[in-house]
């Protein structure tokens, strides 16, 4: 194997090996409020601020309704941005079904990777 060769492969596992652990919500906060006017469906509206030292690309949020044990009973996923700049905001919006018992509700990041900006297909 060449050594251009090695060291692609080895980048190639190092980035493997990030977007593995850019799976939860470290580096990100997350500010909401629920909009129940909809009898049908609760409206999620909100802001995710990209803390990390790294662009943040292809980021999505799952928004969820809690009853009161804090048991998710109904969940709702929304794209937020292709990207977001390190230090920088996006705001999205998610829609969860209204369901009998939801006392609250919560809003994380779910998915993302990191990159540099935004990227071609």
């Not at 692609?8 to 500010?31: E, I, N, P, Y």
């Not at 006392?103 to 990227?119: D, E, I, K, M, N």
Request: charged fraction near 15%; aromatic fraction near 8%; hydrophobic fraction near 45%.
């Amino acid at each position: 194997m060449s050594w251009p060769r090695v060291v692609g492969v080895g980048v190639g596992v190092a980035l493997l090996m990030l977007a593995a652990v850019a799976s939860a919500q470290d580096g990100f906060r997350v500010t909401h409020t629920a909009d129940r006017s909809n009898p049908g469906q609760t409206r999620i509206n909100g802001t995710v601020f990209n803390d990390n030292r790294l662009d943040a690309v292809d980021v999505y949020v799952t928004a969820e309704a809690l009853d009161a044990s804090g048991k998710t009973v109904a969940r709702g996923i929304a794209f937020v941005s292709p990207s977001i700049a390190s230090g920088r905001s996006a705001s999205f919006s998610a829609t969860v079904p209204t369901m009998p018992g939801a006392t609250s509700y919560r809003a994380r990041v779910s998915s993302f990777r990191f990159g540099a900006g935004l990227q071609s297909p």
